[in-house]
């Protein structure tokens, strides 16, 4: 929800990103995740590199939201715009060390005139590979401050046993972790601080059909001794295993969300990068087959009645496609590095968007409508490191540009 932070971006070409939701503007970063989220940030810590498709972004049906992923060229996802109409606009930027593994999420959100930036995450690694720790800290009028530290505990084959969050000192809460024969999640359970220390007060209990996730069972704990209902979470699958619908019920069976979903039936999760973002709420992805199109999403309004809100358009472009690649009906722009000015190639009769991003997170130069071979002037620019993004009507493409 938030800026680019291009500094370390740019000569590393490390910046990164979040993408977040409709439902939301900006969540302060204090706790972390439910319902497999922790387990998500574990798992995918690295991108393969024989993907011949990635995500783009996505929007609304109503062009409401927008959200554009932008990736380096090791396919790392280097920044998340999330901008809502006449709301808000949001950039997080991702940090990666020289093994390739994510080491800081810098948050920045536009507040009048200015971009700033509101909170960063780091994390740390153990010897295996895996994230061990997540600290997270919050800007509060300028002045940075620790929210809360996450440290990770796994078995022999990888899986998170134990999370624990301790802030300002007291261990605040646990998550402990139960798997079955095959590594799915049978149960997180949930332990709180109640001012003498950790009870229990939530569980979370799955039940899986040939290896799919059909259904998890939510309850609260009052008193740290009495288990109640809170409810549910239903998934349907077609053939190809492509969650179909989820449903989520409350504790007197009164659905409060759903979402159902499209897929491409000729593109595979197997060969498309869907961008991982360790807070990331969108988009889910579940255990499918193939790649998803389409979500309608649908929540309770504010007399708590089931309403469709929007319909979720994912956009996808070949991995292959880069600014500084000429090829037919590809873009390019050079020379790069640049000093007075750079061109345009290869749009034909079509026209672009070139928008250029300083090292602070800002547009330093757009051109709205740039057409095939057209100069744009450089020069008056500082030399250094900017992000440079193009956007035609076939895909967005962002690159590094270097201005001496």
Known sequence: MRKLLISALLCSLTIGVEAQSYERAHRGIESFGRHGQTVSLIERTAAKQNYRYRMKG?????????????????????AVKDSVRNEYSLI????????GQMVRLSGWQLLGDEWQNIYYVDYGYNEAGLIASRSNYNNFDGEWELGGVYTYTYNEAGKILLSELTMNGILFQKVEYTYDQDGNELCAMWYSYDGLGLTPSEKVVSVYENGLKITEYDSVCEGGVRWMNDGYTSYSYNNSDDCLEYHHYDETNYEVERSVYSFNSNRTMDETLIPWHPELVRPKTYQNTHVYEMEEWFTVDVD????HVCDYIYEYEDVNVLVDEVEPGHVAVYPNPAHDYIIVKGLGDESCRVEIIDALGREVLVCESASNGQRLAVGQLPEGCYVLTVSTAKGSFASKLLIK
Do not use: A
């Open 92 to 99: 997080d930027s991702l940090f990666y060390n020289e093994l």
């Open 304 to 307: 708590y009645v089931l309403q």
């Open 58 to 78: 996505f929007r609304t049906s109503d062009n409401y939201q927008f959200v554009q992923f932008l990736y380096n060229e090791q396919l790392q996802l280097v």
